[in-house]
């Protein structure tokens, strides 16, 4: 099976445009979690979503907002980006409705390493 | 809210040395409790988890960790260190019946051959 994909791998931005980020699970994967990653702040939850519903959010403004497509595909979005934006986002998807189930951890992908200048 | 406290943000151990990491969690009931590592240039990976039963949980490449519920901590361990457990170290929760894992700060540990 293939990996948590994530697309781009890098992108470099103004302050003020937006990004779009997606990430594609794992075939059968249903839950998919999104994660802001930044060197001694670790990993700060964005939301998750489970068929096309978003079952939790993190403490984030709304600039940041996501979806998911009923094919589990999911894309996250970053509007007015402020170089605080600066940083690695996650993607991990999980098979059920139950996360980190016994038998089923999360499985990241590589990340998407976002620059605002 | 949940939180999740890494106190060693970074530590340096020569080869064969004892590791042990800090975790302590913070949610009150039924959790579920795991370590992630992240080697360098690869994807979050699964170390080890506590679910239930027996608190004392064995993981890849010879890691274990404790859970001990009066402290809140799940603490990670290994007798002897290598060079390749060089990595970034992730300590998680994820309350009962939730679907948000909770993840610390991370600890970077640097094994010197």
């Known amino acids: 099976k293939a990996g948590v994909t994530q697309t781009p791998r890098y992108l470099i931005k103004t302050r003020g445009q937006q990004v779009t980020l997606s990430c594609s699970p794992i075939?059968?994967?249903?839950?998919v979690s999104w994660y802001q990653q930044t060197p001694g702040q670790g990993l700060q939850f964005l939301f998750e979503?489970?068929?096309?519903?978003?079952?939790n959010k993190g403490n984030f403004p709304g600039r940041f907002s996501g979806r998911q497509f009923s094919n589990s595909r999911s894309e996250m979005n970053v509007s007015t980006l402020e170089l605080g934006d600066s940083a690695l986002y996650l993607c991990?998807?999980?098979?059920?409705?139950?996360?980190?189930?016994?038998?089923?951890?999360?499985?990241f992908g590589n990340g998407t390493r976002l620059t605002v200048t | 809210a949940q939180s999740v406290s890494q106190h060693n943000h970074h530590v340096i151990l020569s080869e064969a040395a004892s590791l042990e990491l800090g975790c302590n969690y913070s949610?009150?009931?039924?959790?579920?409790l795991f370590w992630y590592v992240q080697y360098p240039g690869q994807h979050l990976q699964l170390l080890l988890k506590?679910?239930?039963?027996?608190?004392l949980v064995k993981g890849i490449k010879g890691f274990e960790a404790e859970f001990i519920k009066s402290k809140f901590s799940f603490n990670l361990r290994k007798p002897s260190v290598q060079w390749s457990d060089t990595a970034e170290y992730f300590c998680?929760?994820?309350?009962?019946?939730?679907?948000?894992?909770?993840f610390g700060t991370g600890t970077k540990l640097q094994v010197i051959p």
């Open positions: 075939s059968g994967h249903r839950s």
């Open positions: 506590y679910f239930s039963g027996d608190p």
């Open positions: 998680a929760e994820l309350p009962g019946g939730y679907q948000k894992v909770t």
């Open positions: 949610y009150g009931g039924t959790v579920n």
């Open positions: 979503y489970f068929s096309e519903t978003q079952r």
């Open positions: 991990a998807s999980s098979p059920g409705r139950d996360i980190q189930a016994y038998n089923s951890p999360l499985h």
